[in-house]
């Protein structure tokens, strides 16, 4: 079987925190860090609809993770 894979890289004033608050969220088949300013997570499926929804949740807890990140650093 095929496996679909991807990577995500976003910028962040606190990627430590971002990618601490995302990765529970994570699931088995996902790989997140953070690089200095950076986040960047592997996401990998074997179909395409899987991959997409994947991603889509993922960047809606990236979103909530970042805004948590903001304000616990203020």
Same mark, same amino acid.
């Given at each position: 079987?095929?496996?679909?894979?991807?990577?995500?890289?976003?910028?962040?004033?606190? %990627?430590?925190?971002?990618?601490? %608050?995302?990765?529970?969220?994570?699931?088995?088949?996902?790989?997140?860090?953070?690089?200095?300013?950076?986040?960047?997570?592997?996401?990998?499926?074997?179909?395409?609809?899987?991959?997409?929804?994947?991603?889509?949740?993922?960047?809606?807890?990236?979103?909530?993770?970042?805004?948590?990140?903001?304000?616990?650093?203020?």
């Amino acid at each position: 079987m095929k496996s679909i894979e991807g990577e995500i890289t976003t910028l962040h004033r606190n %990627a430590k925190c971002v990618a601490g %608050a995302i990765r529970p969220d994570n699931l088995l088949s996902m790989r997140t860090a953070a690089c200095g300013t950076t986040v960047r997570t592997e996401v990998s499926a074997t179909r395409l609809r899987s991959l997409i929804a994947s991603v889509d949740d993922y960047l809606m807890n990236l979103a909530i993770a970042e805004e948590l990140c903001r304000y616990t650093s203020d």
